[in-house]
């Protein structure tokens, strides 16, 4: 079965540079997640987009941007690179009743700030 | 969405059950309770999930507390690959507004597994 796809898988960058993580949705699912994951930490949601809106936002820094495209795939772009932004970058993907039926997490994005 | 109390670390011999408890004693009635585990450097990955009747899937067994101020992932035989961080999380079906339904990470149960 389609799982949720993340690219790339890792990415080095220099801090003050740019980067942009996407996120491959499971098909017919309409609503993505973008988590945030440093060393030692939990997850921690940064925002959502349900039928390309914006839903939720969460700890997602000014820096940070997102957007969810037509063909409900999403892209992060993060600006302004800090060494703190180094993390796991987690995507996941579910129905709009994601409540009941689950949700669907890829395998990330390791994002290095050198 | 309501809070869930785990205990921070477990440890269990390979072949052998086990039970990894979570209260949430301030859950509402619409509150899906669910299992999510992540292995080491790969994301998290969905369990199990139940509202009022215990669950059985492939992977685990849900046993859900008559007042469901709490329940039990139960493992039925570990092995090596079931060494993970286990997350229980609250997930209320009515929250927010459409689309509204991020899962909130707490902190869960590093389970590790004795060969």
């Known amino acids: 079965a389609a799982g949720v796809i993340q690219s790339p898988r890792h990415l080095i960058k220099e801090k003050r540079e740019t980067a942009t993580l996407k996120c491959y949705p499971i098909?017919?699912?309409?609503?993505v997640y973008w988590y945030q994951q440093g060393p030692g930490q939990d997850p921690q949601f940064l925002i959502s987009?349900?039928?390309?809106?914006?839903?939720d936002k969460g700890s997602i820094p000014d820096r940070f941007s997102a957007q969810q495209f037509s063909d409900y795939h999403s892209e992060l772009n993060m600006s302004s690179l800090e060494l703190g932004d180094s993390a796991l970058y987690f995507c996941?993907?579910?129905?709009?009743?994601?409540?009941?039926?689950?949700?669907?997490f890829g395998s990330g994005t390791r994002l290095t700030v050198v | 969405d309501a809070k869930t109390t785990q205990p921070n670390s477990m440890e269990s011999n390979e072949e052998e059950p086990v039970h990894l408890p979570c209260n949430h004693s301030?859950?509402?009635?619409?509150?899906?309770i669910h299992w999510y585990r992540q292995l080491p450097s790969q994301g998290p990955e969905y369990v199990i999930h139940?509202?009022?009747s215990n669950v059985n899937n492939r992977m685990a067994s849900l046993a859900i507390a008559e007042d469901r101020k709490s329940s039990t992932l139960i493992l039925h035989r570990a092995t090596l690959r079931d060494a993970a961080v286990y997350y229980c999380?609250?997930?209320?079906?009515?929250?927010?507004?459409?689309?509204?339904?991020?899962?909130?990470f707490g902190k869960g149960t590093k389970l590790s597994v004795i060969p």
């Open positions: 996941a993907s579910s129905s709009a009743q994601g409540a009941r039926y689950g949700y669907t």
């Open positions: 098909p017919r699912h309409d609503t």
């Open positions: 987009f349900y039928e390309k809106m914006q839903s």
């Open positions: 301030t859950i509402s009635g619409t509150d899906y």
């Open positions: 139940g509202l009022t």
């Open positions: 999380i609250l997930r209320d079906e009515l929250d927010s507004g459409a689309g509204s339904y991020q899962l909130t």
